[in-house]
């Protein structure tokens, strides 16, 4: 195996996804975890086991990987809708997620597969997330939904160790690795936040 | 359900998430030595056949943890998909289990019979962890099938 570490704790998210998809009540929200967890898992038989670009697995896995982060931002996009606006409005905002999503399909099937183009198209969709849930707390002062804004600002500071290469352990737990694991709490925090957000609007 | 039955659904439940454990045990431990190569665990040759490629193998592993953690969790809770009766896939499952540990069996005697420098136990790791994800699935069939009794047939008027 190329990097373990990145290999395991890319599936034992996905396992963890899996289980939130699960126990979520909303499609949007099953989507979003079910999405990251395929994510997880192709990604992380790329990290362990087809790191050469060269490769068939790689060209496969990787587009895997890209289009369900694409998904998951789709989804994003898709629960921030439904907890801030009216239903007509948060359909429109939906329609126009999907479509940006086939435009980029389109883009990492035939024209890049650079993780900064799932970056550019995951980063909108979890700023607009914290922007609404921010608000959301504003408004109703609900404990729980500050625990999911807790967790998507997890979310950014694990992207943050990510690009900053910051490391356990150079060989045995890498940046990659770190990421996952503080990237497992912030999903986490966000799952019981969404469950306690739409217990409550139930 | 009747009182006897009822009882049984956290034996079977136990027995489900053992032999998760059990296979979840045996992924980690193949999965170690591919990774590290631990020394207090047997070479990679000792851990599959190496018909199904690794790379290909541990996903489908991951996949096969997630398909069992939900028929324990069905059966733990005794609701969801995986506890409800469905009478003519049960069957084939409970009878291709059987099937299945019978050809387990051949393996393992054509195995130490073609292979002499195997005996007793050598290789036999993929052959009894087989063994114990089909043995999840019958367990799940006879489960079902003891939670869910058939409905006694209506005498005719």
Redesign the interface.
């Given at each position: 195996m190329t990097e373990p570490d990145v290999a395991f704790t890319d599936y034992a998210l996905a396992i963890e996804c899996v289980l939130f998809a699960h126990l979520v009540r909303r499609r949007e929200d099953a989507l979003f975890f079910g999405s990251a967890a395929v994510a997880s898992l192709a990604g992380g038989t790329v990290h362990g086991f087809f790191l050469d670009g060269r490769t068939v697995g790689n060209a496969i896995l990787w587009r895997i990987t890209l289009i369900a982060i694409g998904i998951t931002a789709a989804s994003a996009w898709a629960i921030g809708a439904r907890v801030l606006f009216p239903v007509p409005t948060a359909r429109r905002i939906t329609i126009a997620a999907a479509a940006a999503f086939a435009a980029y399909c389109v883009v990492t099937l035939l024209i890049t597969q650079d993780f900064r183009a799932a970056l550019v198209f995951y980063l909108p969709a979890a700023v607009f997330l914290l922007i609404v849930l921010s608000t959301a707390y504003a408004r109703a002062r609900e404990r729980g939904i500050l625990v999911a804004v807790a967790g998507l600002g997890l979310m950014f500071i694990a992207a943050a160790v990510q690009q900053m290469k910051i490391a356990l352990h150079p060989t045995y737990f890498d940046h990659n690795a770190l990421y996952h694991l503080i990237q497992a709490l912030a999903l986490w925090l966000l799952f019981l936040g969404l469950r306690r957000l739409h217990a409550d609007a139930t | 359900m009747t009182r006897e039955r009822a009882g049984d659904a956290p034996l079977y439940a136990s027995v489900l998430w053992f032999l998760l454990f059990l296979f979840c045990l045996r992924v980690a431990g193949q999965?170690l030595v591919?990774?590290?190569a631990v020394p207090f665990l047997p070479p990679m040759s000792e851990w599959y056949s190496g018909v199904i490629p690794?790379?290909i193998l541990?996903?489908v592993q991951?996949?096969i943890?997630?398909l069992l953690a939900?028929v324990a969790t069905d059966f733990t809770r005794r609701r969801g998909f995986f506890v409800v009766p469905r009478r003519t896939m049960g069957r084939f499952l409970e009878w291709f289990s059987y099937l299945y540990w019978g050809g387990m069996a051949v393996r393992y005697v054509a195995s130490m019979a073609l292979h002499p420098e195997r005996r007793w136990f050598g290789g036999t790791i993929p052959i009894f962890f087989h063994c114990v994800y089909w043995g999840g699935m019958a367990v799940r069939y006879v489960a079902s099938m003891a939670l869910h009794p058939e409905p006694p047939a209506v005498p005719a008027e």
């Open positions: - | 999965a591919a990774a590290f690794y790379p541990l996903p991951v996949v943890i997630v939900k």
